[in-house]
């Protein structure tokens, strides 16, 4: 079975990655979306167009895959 991971783009996985290394889906949150996306020198809505593009290939390759 192919790694899930593999259906990212090298941007949406280093962004998820980093959400995830920064506390982001802690809760409460350790790092807002917008922390994240500064410590990575992009705009606050690209981080989370990353993150939810990337959110959205996982669950669909989990829920298709089932």
């Not at 996985?13 to 917008?34: C, I, K, M, Q, W």
């Not at 990353?50 to 669909?60: D, F, G, P, Q, S």
């Amino acid at each position: 079975q192919p790694d899930l991971l593999d259906q990212l783009t090298e941007r949406q996985r280093v962004v998820l990655e980093s959400a995830f290394h920064a506390g982001y889906y802690d809760s409460p949150r350790a790092n807002t979306g917008a922390e994240v996306a500064e410590s990575l020198g992009i705009a606050t809505p690209t981080f989370h167009e990353h993150l939810r593009t990337a959110e959205r290939k996982l669950i669909a390759e989990h829920f298709e895959a089932e």
